[in-house]
């Protein structure tokens, strides 16, 4: 599939999957130690795949490039950033990988998505097998991406997706004449609100497994746009990182 139209996919498996999900059901999870035979020392950064929408008066969907586009530039230099600070593990880039092997990593992000929408059905759902099975966690995008490895020297990729829902200036006034006729009225019928989600992986590139995930949704007051507020979410998201660095050897590196 060309780079172009798997990055597509992967931004439209975003924005169909969340909507329904509530603030309360950030997750966090880590694969069970004994599956791990060490913490990941060096880790590839994919460059991270935050979709930006823009709801118009309509109620219809736009994809806001200029902000998609910036808002996934200042995740990879927060995630990159927060990493240094915490000493958590060393990241490198893909500029020594070749034009294939760039295409592979597209294609693990958009298997990640998948995956993450696989299992945020499994939660939601009745069936007591499906919630036991995310309890074990044992996930998977694939076979291993060797090559990439090997041209990287990284044990790992992190892949960083996420989107967000703006109101367009139409549908701002739109809200406003709602709240108006409700007040005149004592019926409100308001457009839906934007809600934001945003979803750090960690997938092995020998084995292809899910070695740790952290997402949190949010709405109002998660802001994917505003470099705080994002680098707030990441902050967040990192705290569930099992393989921290000892508290003594961060004292050190003070």
Same mark, same amino acid.
């Given at each position: 599939m060309?780079p ?5 996919v992967?931004a439209?498996?975003l ?17 069970p130690p004994? +599956? ?5 020392? @060096? #880790?590839?950064?994919v460059?991270? !795949? &935050?979709? /930006?929408?823009q709801?118009?008066?309509g ?24 990493v240094?600070?915490?000493?958590t593990?060393?990241?490198?880039d893909?500029?020594g990988?070749?034009?294939?092997d760039?295409v592979s ?7 990640y998505v998948?995956?993450m ?8 759902s ?5 919630k036991? +099975?995310v309890?074990?966690?044992?996930? @998977? #995008?694939?076979?291993?991406?060797? !090559? &990439?490895? /090997?041209?990287?020297h ?6 960083v ?12 006034a739109?809200?406003?004449g ?12 308001l ?8 979803s750090?992986g960690?997938v092995?590139?020998h ?11 949010g ?6 746009r ?10 967040e ?18």
């Amino acid at each position: 599939m060309p780079p172009n139209l798997m990055r597509t996919v992967g931004a439209a498996l975003l924005t169909v999957w969340f909507p329904s999900v509530h603030a309360d059901s950030d997750f966090h999870m880590t694969v069970p130690p004994g +599956r791990v035979k060490s913490p990941p020392h @060096t #880790v590839l950064l994919v460059h991270p !795949e &935050v979709v /930006v929408k823009q709801l118009t008066t309509g109620n219809l969907e736009e994809t806001a490039q200029d902000w998609s586009r910036e808002a996934s530039e200042n995740a990879a230099r927060l995630v990159r950033a927060l990493v240094k600070k915490n000493g958590t593990f060393e990241v490198v880039d893909d500029s020594g990988l070749t034009p294939a092997d760039k295409v592979s990593l597209q294609q693990y992000s958009a298997l990640y998505v998948r995956l993450m929408a696989s299992i945020e059905i499994a939660r939601q759902s009745k069936n007591p097998a499906w919630k036991k +099975r995310v309890r074990r966690f044992d996930y @998977t #995008v694939g076979p291993g991406i060797t !090559e &990439v490895a /090997v041209r990287t020297h990284a044990d790992a990729a992190l892949f960083v997706v996420g989107t967000d829902h703006v109101s367009s200036a139409g549908r701002d006034a739109r809200t406003a004449g709602g709240i108006l006729i409700g007040i005149l009225t004592g019926v409100y019928m308001l457009p839906k609100a934007g809600t934001a989600f945003l979803s750090l992986g960690m997938v092995d590139l020998h084995s292809g497994d899910v070695l740790w995930v952290s997402s949190e949704y949010g709405g109002g007051g998660m802001n994917l746009r505003k470099e705080k507020s994002l680098n707030k979410v990441l902050t967040e998201l990192f705290e569930s990182y099992p393989w921290q660095p000892k508290s003594a050897d961060k004292d050190d590196n003070k």
